[in-house]
């Protein structure tokens, strides 16, 4: 059977299934993420029949193979990262940064993994010492500039 998503009020809804109050996108962008994501996604989200979860892989990770066979083995809703950015959601859960602002929608990111919240290494190089983020901190856009900053 082919998939054929409506444009709803709330996000894609699937023709069959009750027409939810709120949608949620759940990005992967590899297994360890899908897995982070599932933690959370499940006991929180999916019990709650009001609301509606998604799933999408983001492209460009060097491990989305790995998200990608995540998500082959769930028995959830998928859609392909070309109609999941073509949606509105109420809100999008993720574990990585990646592409995240093709997605419409506020967006949780959770942490995973050992790296986050840490300062990465520093490596041998030439010039000044620049600052370090934080690993896992989300950029803070600096209005009119267009550019992308780590938090001070």
């Known amino acids: 059977m082919s998939r054929s998503w409506m444009r709803g009020d709330t996000g894609p809804v699937f023709p069959l299934t009750v027409r939810p109050a709120?949608?949620?996108?759940?990005v992967v962008h590899s297994q360890q993420s899908g897995d982070r994501l599932s933690e959370f996604v499940g006991p929180l989200l999916e019990t709650d029949r009001r609301v509606q979860v998604v799933w999408t892989l983001a492209p460009g990770s060097q491990f989305e193979s790995?998200?990608?066979a995540f998500?082959?083995?769930m028995d959830a809703a998928v859609l392909s990262w070309a109609e999941a950015t073509s949606f509105d959601y109420d809100l999008a859960v993720a574990a990585n940064h990646g592409l995240l602002d093709?997605?419409?929608?506020p967006v949780l990111v959770l942490p995973h993994g050992t790296g986050f919240s840490r300062h990465p290494a520093r490596g041998n190089g030439y010039g000044p010492e620049v600052a370090r983020p934080v690993g896992g901190a989300a950029p803070v856009r600096s209005p009119g500039t267009g550019g992308?900053?780590?938090p001070p």
């Open 22 to 26: 709120k949608t949620v996108l759940a």
């Open 148 to 150: 992308w900053f780590p």
């Open 66 to 68: 790995s998200g990608r």
């Open 102 to 105: 093709q997605v419409r929608a």
């Open 71 to 73: 998500l082959r083995r």
